[in-house]
């Protein structure tokens, strides 16, 4: 369906904008504004010029923080991107038992992170959990899983991938769906076998769909609070401490609004870069595939 | 193609806005924070459990025989989210009438001078009652002049916890020693992972960090530089270091109240032999444990010492006028001996008032309760928080994340000590 007028699309989005305008740009833009600011909320504010930004460099926080988010989120993309796919080409097929095991794996998605964190919370302790019991029956050496700098923040993002590998996953079997079967056929016919029809026909035209999952994971990833919230508290040794949660350490516990606001301009900064870096690979590989047809 | 690209982009950049905005939604949300005060004057609490039991009974027994001046109490998640709602609501000029406060951060609210000064909310005669070790003055190194903004609550200090089928077992005795301790922790802590027991386990927390400075012969604050204790710091420091890596030490996993939580779970399960923890859980402990609890005095390292802990009611400033009567009324109320002891009996936390303890004693409650007669006692030997508004800084900024990093991060004990006094100096 073509519009009318070119404005039309806009107008329609205008309400959506106004309401995005209301609650994120102009908070954004507060944000800038206070992050120039040393305010406790109970005091006046003392402007500070960039004093937040270097201080935030200076002391290490930063660095730490971006890089633990930046790892975290590689962690949690590449892991439920990969196993979405696999779980959607596995049970991309008909029959009840398949849609049971694809209701089961999507359900983890609809549950609450609280109630998902407490769930693991269980399930990893390391005394009586079952991970544990497992790995001692197996006699593996196991872990302090929470307790460990080491281990915390592997344990957080192995809890963030098995919530949203279910959501990875529809998304994925929406993609295998609708590539046309006639394909399949055509290369079947032509001798092709399993792994090069994924290779040829299924990866390739599921790249848009990819794109996607990945973005929408990336941002998750980056949205990190509840799971850290209620499972370590950004602990041990801020081994945890991913970037919104460092936000709400900031303006929460230590009082320290200019800093926190700085933290949310840079990580506006950072989520921005990485949106404008995905948008033109994908500009990238549809040049490419137009200069292949 | 431009307009595709251009509305693509759009739906990519609300993607980040989402994302970036959670933060700046975060601090938005500071002023949606409320005192609800269509409902009347309200006393925001942060128990849970059998405090919070003990408290709403409180509160309802007082609203039964001043139903002129009732208050109403709401729930607001632990000490340090209270502290941060409460900020909000102060910000948004919503306070509530009444609420408590933990004692580090009582000089920075007051230092902001966002708490009602209480003297003419609490007359003389109930301002004096209180035990000197758990009011005020007796909590904080203040000057004289200093206004009263504290009424003292739910107070307590850093006490042991031994586990008497252990102890039999061993032939032994609570430690009043560290070298005691170290030898106590060593003997009890058995068995291989898995299937450990571990002979001592504390929270890696400040407030018993601070226990141990003062053990020490260490003061946190002298003159005007926070030293944190010098060379006593780096002892109390090094000993957790020292009893951790020869596995008598159980490290709890979490933060804040989780690890204190750990605590004393892994100790109701018979996993650790002794603990340190609050003498606000003697109730909850004894209650729990399918062993006989002892409760002991913390020992002495130079001399004995403990910084006292809990909270103090305050009157924030910006409350309605109008609910002056509940909060006078309901301080009043709680200052008086049956009430702090109703509440300290049933909980653990040590009775806030002199003729309270007395009355206790004539009836006999610590022969019957020898735990809580140790609470009482170690009062002796509480040593005094420096009266600065940087306190609260010091503690959840500065030394708090140092102490984890030394203990549970592996890092230098003396080198993360020294960059704590430097943060702090930088902070001062």
Redesign the interface.
Known sequence: MRPKH?IH?YLL?APTIAI?AL???Y??F??MD?SLYRW????EPRYAGLSNYRELAASGALSGVIGRTLGFAVVVVSGSCSLGLGLALLLNRPGRIYGAVRGAVFSAYVVSWVAVALLWMWILD??SGVV?RVF?ALHI??A?W??D?DTALWAIAFVTIWKITGYAMVVFLAGLQSIPRSLHEAAALDGAGRLARFRFITWPTLRPTTAFVA??SL?MS??A?DVVRVM????????TTL??YA??EE?????R?GR??A??VV??GI??V???L??WA??ISRRQRKVAA | MKRRALLGGSLGAVGALGAGALGAGALGAVGLAGCGSDRGPALWFSYGGKNREALLALVERHNRERPEAAIHAVFQGDYFELLAKLRTAIHAGAPPALTHVVGEVLPYLAAADVLEPLEPLVDEASRGGFIPALSQSGAFDAPASTPTYGIPFNRSTPIAYLNRQILEELGASSPKTWDELRALAAKASRGAAGDKRYGFACPIDWWMWVAMVGQAGGELLEGDTFTLGGDAGLRALQLWKDMAAAGHMMLPAGRDYNAWTVTNTEFLAGRVAMIWSSTAFVRYLEENAKFPVVAAPLPKDARFAVPTGGTFFVAPKGAPPEHRVATASFLEFMSRADTSNEFATKTGYIPATKAGIAELEHAGFYASHPNDRVAVEQLDAVQRWPWHRNLFRIQREIVQSRLESAVLGGADARASLDDARRAAREEL
């Open positions: 070119a699309p989005l995005l609650f994120f740009i908070p954004l507060v944000a206070d406790d909320l109970l005091t390391a005394d544990t001692r050496p196991t302090r929470l307790a700098p973005t929408t941002i980056f949205q609070f370590t508290q950004g602990g041990p040794v801020k081994s970037f919104v936000i709400y303006v929460f516990v230590t009082f609004v926190a606001s933290l949310v990580f506006f989520l921005i990485l949106t404008l995905n948008l994908l500009s």
